[in-house]
C-alpha cells in the first residue's frame, strides 16, 4: 500500500469563456473595492477588456511587470500600491505579471484575482521565484497563492502560436516532474497525467488552427492542473536548472522550459522508469523524452539553448549553480551528468530512448497504427488506432504470455461459435463484462424528461410476431398473469401514435422461447403498435429472475471467477416512432431478485416499477382465478432534434 500525504491548496476558479465580466463581482467577494490592476505593456488590449470589467473598483495601474520577477521591478510597484491605498490585486498576463502580484502579496498581505493569458500554471501555486543581481530566487508560502482564478478562454486566443507552444509545453514540465516527485501521491498522478495528454492533444489542433476555441480551453485546463501538481509536491532538476538558466542568464523562462524539458526527463529516465512509462503513454509515444522533443520539433518550438541566447562560454556556470545547493530529484546530480544534459539541450540534440523492451514494443504499436493513417473514413482511423493502443498497453502492463494469449484466442473462438440468429454469445460476454451498459450510458444519456435507456441483451430476434391490442403473448405457458398497460409520449406529455413496440421476456423458469427447442412458434415476444393517444396493451405472465446460460464460455468464465449467472426479473421494450430517437429498456420487478446484484450491470433505479398484484376483475373483462398482476407505465421518447447530454 502506497503511503503519502495530500496537501490541497484552497483557490477559487472561475472557469469559461466571458468570465472576465464576474471580476468585480470577485473583488469584491474578496472585500476590495480599491484595486491595483497589474499587467505589462504587451498587454495593453487585454489590461483595457479587465479595466472595463472593473469599472470604478480600478486605484490605479503598474504595468511595468517583468520577465522572472526583478527585485526592483517588484519596489516600484509596492511604493505605487501604498502611494494609491489599494486594497485589492488583480493582474492579467502570464507568469511575469502573476510572478509580480504573488511579490505584492507576499509582502503586504493583499487578496489576489488573476487573470492569465497564457498557460504558466502559477497562478494556482505558492510558490514566487524573484530575482536580484542576477540571481534568481524561490520561496513558497500561504500568502503567495492567489485567493481566486479567473480563467477566460477568450483571453488566450490572441496568444501567439509561438508563445502557446513554449507556454504549453511549460506546463506540460510541472505535471513531468510531479509524477517523479517524493512528493507524488495517486491524486496528483491522475491530474498530471491527464494535464499531459490534454496538452499533447490540444497544441497540434492550435497549430493546424490557432483561433480553435476548444483546443484553447483543452489547454487552459491542462494549464490548471498542471500548477495544482506543481503547488503540491516539490519539483525536481528540470525546474532548478529553467529558474538557474532564466536568472542568471535572462533566457525567456517559458522558451527556457520547452527547451530543458526532454533532457532532464532523459537524465531521470533510468531512475523513474514507471513515471516515464506513464508520461509515454499519456503522450502516445514510444519514449518520453524523445515524444516530448518531437511534439516541440514538430510544432516548430524551440529546440535548443543556442538558439534561445545562451552562450556556450556560460554552460559551466550554469553546471556550477545548478549543483551548488542539493534538492530533492529521482536520479542523483552531479556535475559531469548536469553537463552532459546541458550540453545536449544547447546543441539541440534529440534524446535517445534506451534499448529496452519498453521501447521495442512501442515502436511496434507505432508501427501498427501508422498502418492506419491512409484511412478514409476518420472515424474508423481514430477508433482502430486507439484500440491498438489501449491492446498493446494492456499485453505490455500484464506482461501476457503467449499461453494466456493462446487461451484468449481459443475463448474468443468458442464465443463466436455460439452466435447465430437465437443466440449472441458476444452481446452476453459484453454485458457481463459492464461494455453495453458503459456504451449505453455514453450513447443515450438522456434529458431527466425521457425515460433512461437499459441494454439490449441477447435474446431479441428480429421480426416479432404482430399482436393486437389486448392480446394474451405468453402462448399459454403457465405463470402468473401480467396485464400490461402502457403509454408513449414525448418529452411534452403529448401522446406518439403508431410508435412500434417490441416486447420480449423469459417464461416463469427463465427460459427464452429460443432456449426452448420443443416450442412451436415465437412466444413472449411480440410487435404491437400505439393507438392515437399513445396507448398499447396486452396479456403476458410476470416475469423471473433467471441465469444467463452457463453452458458457453461466458457461463463458464463467470462460474471461475466466483460470480452468479442470474439476471433480475425484467420485460424488455423497443420503441421506435418517426421523428423520435429509438428507446430500448426494460421495466424491473420492484421487489424482485438479484436488482442491487443484476450479473450485466443492467438496473438502473427508475426503471424499478410496480408489478401491482391484484385479484378479482381484469381490465378487459377475462377471467383469471387467483392472482393476477398488474403493469402501468408511461414511456417518455425523444424527438430526434434532442441530442443525447454529453458528460
Not at 512 to 526: E, I, K, S, T
Amino acid at each position: 500500500m502506497r503511503t503519502f500525504v495530500h496537501t490541497s491548496h484552497p483557490a477559487r476558479v472561475v472557469f469559461g469563456s466571458g468570465t472576465v465580466g464576474r471580476l468585480a463581482e470577485e473583488v469584491g467577494r474578496l472585500g476590495g473595492s480599491r484595486v491595483l490592476l497589474l499587467s505589462s505593456p504587451p498587454l495593453a488590449e487585454a489590461s483595457a477588456r479587465v479595466r472595463d470589467a472593473l469599472g470604478g473598483l480600478v486605484a490605479a495601474e503598474f504595468d511595468g511587470a517583468a520577465m522572472h520577477t526583478p527585485l526592483e521591478v517588484t519596489e516600484r510597484a509596492l511604493a505605487l500600491l501604498r502611494e494609491t491605498g489599494a486594497d485589492c490585486l488583480v493582474s492579467v498576463g502570464g507568469g511575469s505579471t502573476t510572478g509580480l502580484s504573488k511579490a505584492l502579496a507576499l509582502r503586504t498581505d493583499l487578496p489576489q484575482v488573476v487573470v492569465p493569458t497564457t498557460y504558466a500554471g502559477s497562478e494556482v501555486t505558492p510558490v514566487l521565484g524573484e530575482t536580484h543581481e542576477g540571481r534568481k530566487v524561490t520561496r513558497s508560502s500561504a500568502a503567495i497563492l492567489p485567493e481566486t482564478v479567473v480563467y477566460d478562454v477568450d483571453f488566450t486566443l490572441s496568444l501567439p502560436l509561438a508563445m502557446s507552444v513554449t507556454s504549453g509545453v511549460n506546463a506540460m514540465a510541472h505535471a513531468v516532474e510531479a509524477l517523479y516527485s517524493p512528493d507524488a501521491d495517486q491524486v496528483t498522478d491522475r491530474q498530471a497525467l491527464d494535464a499531459i495528454s490534454r496538452i499533447a492533444r490540444a497544441l497540434p489542433r492550435l497549430a493546424a488552427d490557432p483561433a480553435d476555441r476548444e483546443a484553447r480551453g483543452g489547454l487552459l485546463q491542462a494549464a490548471w492542473l498542471a500548477g495544482t501538481c506543481l503547488a503540491t509536491v516539490g519539483m525536481g532538476l528540470h525546474h532548478k536548472l529553467c529558474h538557474t538558466l532564466g536568472g542568471s542568464f535572462g533566457l525567456p523562462h517559458a522558451g527556457t522550459h520547452t527547451v530543458v524539458l526532454p533532457h532532464a526527463m532523459a537524465y531521470n529516465a533510468p531512475a523513474a522508469p514507471d513515471a516515464m512509462r506513464r508520461i509515454a503513454r499519456a503522450l502516445g509515444v514510444p519514449d518520453a523524452p524523445g515524444g516530448v522533443y518531437d511534439l516541440v520539433a514538430s510544432l516548430g518550438g524551440p529546440t535548443s539553448l543556442r538558439d534561445l541566447g545562451m552562450p556556450e562560454s556560460g554552460l559551466p556556470r550554469a553546471v556550477e549553480l545548478a549543483v551548488a545547493t542539493p534538492y530533492p530529484n529521482p536520479r542523483e546530480l552531479t556535475a559531469e551528468g548536469v553537463a552532459g544534459l546541458l550540453a545536449d539541450a544547447w546543441h539541440g540534440r534529440r534524446p535517445q530512448g534506451p534499448a529496452t523492451t519498453e521501447a521495442t514494443l512501442a515502436r511496434l504499436t507505432e508501427q501498427v497504427v501508422a498502418s492506419f493513417a491512409h484511412t478514409p473514413d476518420s472515424r474508423v482511423r481514430t477508433l482502430l488506432t486507439n484500440l491498438v493502443r489501449q491492446l498493446h498497453s494492456f499485453v505490455a502492463e500484464q506482461e501476457v504470455t503467449d499461453a494466456e494469449w493462446q487461451y484468449a484466442i481459443d475463448f474468443l473462438t468458442r464465443t463466436g461459435q455460439l452466435c447465430g440468429p437465437t443466440r449472441q454469445e458476444f452481446v452476453l460476454l459484453s454485458d457481463v463484462l459492464g461494455v453495453s451498459s458503459a456504451v449505453d450510458v455514453l450513447t443515450n444519456s438522456r434529458t431527466p424528461d425521457t425515460t433512461p435507456s437499459a441494454v439490449l441483451g441477447p435474446f431479441y430476434v428480429e421480426g416479432p410476431p404482430e399482436a393486437a391490442h389486448g392480446d394474451d403473448i405468453s402462448g399459454g405457458l403457465p405463470g402468473t398473469p401480467l396485464w400490461v398497460d402502457v403509454t408513449v409520449t414525448d418529452t411534452s406529455g403529448a401522446p406518439v401514435r403508431d410508435a412500434v413496440v417490441d416486447v420480449w421476456q423469459s417464461d416463469e423458469n427463465g427460459f427464452y422461447d429460443v432456449q426452448l427447442p420443443d416450442l412451436d412458434g415465437p412466444v413472449l415476444r411480440a410487435r404491437l403498435r400505439t393507438d392515437a393517444s399513445g396507448r398499447l396493451t396486452f396479456w403476458s405472465i410476470l416475469p423471473s429472475e433467471y441465469p444467463i446460460p452457463g453452458d458457453g464460455p461466458v457461463g463458464r468464465m463467470l462460474t471461475a471467477v466466483g460470480r452468479h449467472h442470474q439476471r433480475a426479473p425484467h420485460l424488455h421494450f423497443m420503441i421506435d416512432a418517426p421523428g423520435h430517437r429509438r428507446l430500448i429498456t426494460q421495466l424491473f420487478v420492484a421487489g424482485g431478485a438479484y436488482l442491487d446484484s443484476d450479473t450485466v450491470f443492467g438496473v438502473k433505479e427508475p426503471l424499478i416499477v410496480d408489478f401491482a398484484p391484484q385479484t378479482g376483475p381484469t381490465p378487459d373483462g377475462r377471467r383469471v382465478d387467483g392472482e393476477w398482476r398488474r403493469l402501468e407505465h408511461t414511456f417518455r421518447i425523444a424527438p430526434l432534434a434532442d441530442r443525447p447530454r454529453s458528460n
